[in-house]
């Protein structure tokens, strides 16, 4: 049914979509989620799914959902979805899942902060190797010491040659 109302809604468009953006997807399972993604037109490129709860889903639901990502899409939208609720496990099942066309990945306000040094490496070693552009403004990193980001930045993929710590009270 919420597919089916996003496939009419995509129909209803008389115009070619490079940026899409998806709201109140909070009560939606990981399987609608997918079978939602899977019916994104081919020419999106850019896709925001901000504030939809998605750290409400388990690993394994964000996983499947990320998996439908149609490839064509390049920046990937994920902030204020309170992924801090997930463990790094749990991120790193996810972030495996994205598109390797994704070069743009927004994690902004997410509060990774309060994830554990481990968590965070184990979460960003997960980012898919293509993405160059990583966004992590306003996820209140400050709450670790220099070393502890240091330890954890390690982990982010070496392609990322733009990195945004914006508003993270370092």
Same mark, same amino acid.
């Given at each position: 049914?919420?597919?089916?109302?996003?496939?009419?809604?995509?129909?209803?468009?008389?115009?070619?979509?490079?940026?899409?953006?998806?709201?109140?997807? &909070?009560?939606?399972?990981?399987?609608?989620?997918?079978?939602?993604?899977?019916?994104?037109?081919?020419?999106?490129?850019?896709? @925001?799914?901000?504030?939809?709860?998605?750290?409400?889903?388990?690993?394994?639901?964000?996983?499947?959902?990320?998996?439908?990502?149609?490839?064509?899409?390049?920046?990937?939208?994920?902030?204020?979805? @309170?992924?801090?609720?997930?463990?790094?496990?749990?991120?790193?099942?996810?972030?495996?899942?994205?598109?390797?066309?994704?070069?743009?990945?927004?994690?902004? @306000?997410?509060?990774?902060?309060?994830?554990?040094?481990?968590?965070?490496?184990?979460?960003?070693?997960?980012?898919?190797?293509?993405?160059?552009?990583?966004?992590?403004?306003?996820?209140?990193?400050?709450?670790?010491?220099?070393?502890?980001?240091?330890?954890?930045?390690?982990?982010?993929?070496?392609?990322?040659?733009?990195?945004?710590? &914006?508003?993270?009270?370092?």
């Amino acid at each position: 049914e919420f597919t089916m109302f996003l496939i009419e809604k995509i129909k209803a468009r008389r115009f070619t979509l490079s940026n899409f953006t998806i709201r109140n997807l &909070r009560d939606k399972s990981g399987a609608e989620l997918a079978q939602a993604f899977a019916a994104i037109p081919a020419g999106v490129t850019s896709l @925001d799914l901000g504030c939809n709860y998605l750290g409400n889903k388990s690993g394994a639901e964000l996983a499947q959902a990320f998996a439908a990502i149609p490839a064509g899409v390049t920046s990937l939208n994920l902030w204020g979805n @309170d992924l801090s609720n997930k463990s790094g496990a749990e991120l790193a099942q996810a972030f495996t899942a994205i598109p390797a066309g994704v070069t743009s990945l927004y994690l902004t @306000d997410n509060d990774l902060g309060n994830k554990s040094v481990a968590e965070l490496a184990q979460a960003f070693t997960a980012i898919p190797a293509g993405v160059t552009s990583l966004n992590l403004t306003y996820n209140y990193l400050g709450n670790k010491s220099g070393a502890e980001l240091a330890q954890a930045f390690t982990a982010i993929p070496a392609g990322v040659t733009s990195l945004n710590l &914006r508003d993270n009270y370092l």
